[in-house]
């Protein structure tokens, strides 16, 4: 079985500047996402797909395979499942393989368990294997939306009155710490939920995806 891990990493992005080159103890989130990749015994082939020229510059030397990615799926508004699909693409005209490994580089600190929990979590049960942690807040209690515009209530109503976080249905949020699929999967759908979901809980040290330079510099913290 050959499993494919997939690295995208855009040029353009806005809340951090080149955020994709930022170093963490002299190496960038790039190469921190690919040296996790390489120790997986699991991962045949790797791939980087951007649009950047600078970023596939600064992996000459890495050996992985490097999928130039359309300016049009580089946007801030592109959505990531047509990357994922325009990738897989490219890359099954010249291979055949089983499962998709998607390893966003804003999670550096994900373990090396981690990511084999999601190949070994994807069988003939489920299309799609997603990374998810507790959640801090819970819609049916501490999460509010905006009523009208002064005045506010929480996300969900229940018909069940939750005064305490115990009474409010179990949730999660999803982090970028690894999606496994196959890749026919992701050719013949919208999105990640349109099959049948599955899910490895991370706990929230190894959970951090890095959106904003606060993020940036808990993870210099942490790592």
Same mark, same amino acid.
């Given at each position: 079985?050959?499993?494919?891990? @997939? +690295? ?10 080149? !955020?994709?080159?930022?170093? &963490? !103890?002299? =190496?960038?989130?790039?190469? +921190? ?20 020229? !600078? ?11 490097? +999928?130039?990615?359309?300016?049009? /799926? ?5 959505? $990531? ?7 897989? =693409?490219?890359?099954? !005209?010249?291979?055949?393989? $089983?499962? @998709?490994? %998607? ?12 990511? /084999?929990? %999601? ?41 069940? @009155? ?7 249905? &179990? ?6 710490? %690894? ?34 330079? @606060?993020? /940036?510099?808990?993870?210099? /913290?942490?790592?």
């Amino acid at each position: 079985m050959k499993n494919f891990a @997939f +690295i995208f990493a855009r040029g353009g992005s806005k809340r951090i500047k080149n !955020k994709n080159l930022q170093k &963490i !103890k002299n =190496k960038t989130l790039l190469e +921190i996402t690919i040296n996790q990749a390489k120790k997986i015994n699991k991962i045949h082939k790797i791939f980087l797909s951007t649009d950047s020229k !600078k970023i596939a510059s600064s992996i000459k030397n890495e050996n992985i395979e490097i +999928i130039m990615r359309p300016k049009f /799926l580089a946007k801030d508004n592109s959505s $990531e499942w047509h990357s994922w699909q325009h990738a897989i =693409k490219q890359v099954k !005209k010249k291979y055949d393989f $089983e499962k @998709f490994i %998607c390893l966003p580089v804003t999670s550096p600190l994900r373990a090396t368990k981690d990511i /084999l929990n %999601c190949i070994n979590k994807l069988d003939d049960k489920n299309d799609m294997v997603i990374t998810i942690q507790k959640t801090e807040r819970n819609p049916w209690f501490n999460m509010v939306k905006t009523k009208n515009k002064n005045f506010f209530e929480v996300v969900n109503f229940s018909r069940e @009155f939750v005064d305490i976080r115990q009474k409010a249905p &179990i949730v999660y949020d999803m982090t970028t710490v %690894c999606y496994v699929t196959r890749p026919d999967y992701v050719l013949k759908n919208r999105s990640i939920f349109s099959g049948k979901v599955g899910a490895v809980i991370i706990p929230q040290n190894r959970a951090l995806d890095i959106d904003t330079n @606060f993020d /940036l510099k808990v993870a210099r /913290l942490l790592y």
